[in-house]
């Protein structure tokens, strides 16, 4: 393995195990979740961009003030 290789998979890691990554990538999970649930109430599929609009509005600050609150206990 070159070190370039070794320097890249390394800076994977740093980036999977960084608390910022985990974070955005629990996000993501609950827009993903969100868009299941309102695409099955619509119907049909209401696609990513709507459902990550739709959550910000009515779900992130709540969510996000959850996360700290069980972070600092």
Request: aromatic fraction near 8%; include cysteine; charge should be positive.
């Amino acid at each position: 393995m070159s070190d370039e290789t070794r320097e890249q998979l390394s800076a994977s890691d740093l980036l999977k195990n960084s608390s910022l990554y985990r974070e955005f990538q629990a996000e993501r999970e609950e827009i993903l979740k969100h868009k299941w649930i309102e695409s099955e109430k619509a119907g049909c599929d209401i696609g990513f961009e709507r459902a990550l609009t739709d959550w910000i509005i009515k779900h992130r600050s709540k969510w996000r003030k959850g996360r700290q609150a069980s972070a600092h206990h």
